[in-house]
């Protein structure tokens, strides 16, 4: 094999492996502005979306071992990966899309398990990792504070019937 074809594909495996999730996107019809704007967000967001040939991406996650998707890899394609949230890398796509009607997923891998466009599209409609933490604790706050309220009524009962008592004597 060509030299220079080692080091993309390894390069490419390298990306793949340190990601826990790869988006695969047809750009078909996104401009230079456009594109450079899109990895931009992505980055902000801990992604990054790169081009490269779909045969060599295909042999980059079969060493890795990940599931095949070649079916997925023809046409314009642009992978995203990242190091964190895969629903952060969504939901700039989902931005893009809607606004410049032009991207559009072809499948995805999230933690070695094969996704396709429209659960890729149901992570980034998902609020945010932390609105998601802050109505996980909000719920265990809530029932928390409802226990604190019967307990407490209950006590507020025992001393009322307890004054009332001694008043009545």
Partial sequence: MNADKTVILEALQEKVNASPFLIVI????????EFTDLRAKLAAAGASCVVAKNSYMGKALAAAGLPDISAHLKGQTAYVMGESDVCSAAKVINTFAKASKKAAYKAGIMDGAELDAAKIQALGDLPSRDVLLATLLGTINGAGSALARVIQAYVDKENGGAEETSAAE
């Fill in 26 to 33: 047809d750009y078909t019809g996104i401009t230079v502005p």
